[in-house]
């Protein structure tokens, strides 16, 4: 994929995606192996509480 898109440098890539705090590394690694730098956390189902949130907020970040 690096010969196709060029050079990264002076670019941050976001990704966003829904990960579950017991294998969010797992998922998000194949986004930072590709160039991402950020990683936005994004529940958009309506049936997601402000308690899940917390809970996944409280599990932290991705280890890198």
Do not use: N
């Amino acid at each position: 994929m690096i010969e196709r898109r060029g050079s990264l440098d002076g670019f941050d890539i976001v990704a966003e995606g829904a990960t579950k705090g017991s294998d969010a590394q797992a998922q998000v690694e194949p986004y930072r192996e590709a160039g991402a730098t950020w990683w936005i956390e994004s529940h958009w189902d309506d049936e997601v509480t402000a308690e899940f949130l917390l809970d996944r907020i409280r599990q932290g970040p991705p280890a890198s």
